[in-house]
């Protein structure tokens, strides 16, 4: 059993019939098979509003990919309230901010979970600029040397409807993922966000529906890939 020291659910091998495990296995595995035919790396994943689960979804994918013995790294690009150095109970000291100013090496920022095959670069804080940094030429060159490091990238972004990160991520992506919390967002609101980013010219590679009742009753529902 693979645990971390934050109250935030990442799911393990131990309960292999659980409802979630089961659901990110699903998503696991028609990812894989859009990985493998479209030469798909880097992927986004982001929502329309706060709360809607997009994180740990973040977190529980990557460990699904790295649970099969896939290399993968998560970075926090929700500069604006990071996470992830709370869901792996690291710290935010040196990460994604210190990369883009130049104050520290790629491989200084980048941190191993608890789980094998899992790293994670959190984002190191609360940047003044944030898009700006997002949107930089040392962005791209980051995103190009871990693609050569690892087999999957996951990047976690603020919500598509909050400020134009998202955007900016989505065209350095080779695909986006968009999950819907149940109850959270109207799905006008949703359709919205995606068209726009169909529009744009970013691969959909599919919505997952996230019922988030509390921590420890997460699941997911409604998964689709598009091919």
């Known amino acids: 059993m693979f645990k971390t020291r934050s109250t935030y659910p990442v799911i393990t091998d131990m309960f292999p019939n659980s409802p979630i495990q089961e659901a990110y296995r699903k998503l696991r595995t ?3 098979y859009v990985l493998e035919h479209h030469r798909i790396k880097t992927i986004l994943i982001t929502s329309s509003i706060k709360g809607e689960g997009k994180s740990i979804t973040t977190a529980n994918l990557g460990a ?8 993968v790294v998560l970075i926090d690009c929700d500069m604006r309230k990071p996470s992830l150095h709370q869901i792996f109970a690291k710290s935010n000291r040196t990460g994604l901010m210190q990369i883009l100013e130049q104050s520290c090496t790629i491989p200084e920022a980048i941190r191993e979970t608890d789980i094998p ?3 994670v670069i959190t984002s190191g804080g609360t940047p003044i600029y944030p898009t ?11 995103l190009e040397e871990l693609s050569g490091r690892f087999d999957i990238i996951l990047i976690d972004s603020p919500p598509a409807s909050v400020c134009t990160d998202a955007q900016v991520l989505a065209g350095k ?3 986006l993922v ?9 799905s006008r609101l949703a359709a919205k966000m995606k068209e726009e980013f169909e529009a744009s010219g970013v691969r959909m590679l599919g919505a997952i529906l996230n019922h988030a009742n509390n921590q420890e009753e997460r699941y997911l529902s409604g998964y689709g890939i598009n091919n």
């Open 64 to 71: 699904a990919f790295a649970l099969e013995g896939k290399e």
């Open 132 to 142: 700006e940094l997002l949107s930089s030429k040392r962005m791209n060159a980051l």
């Open 117 to 119: 095959h899992l790293s």
């Open 30 to 32: 028609n990812l894989n």
């Open 173 to 175: 992506c080779d695909g």
């Open 178 to 186: 968009f999950v819907v919390g149940n109850g959270k967002v109207k």
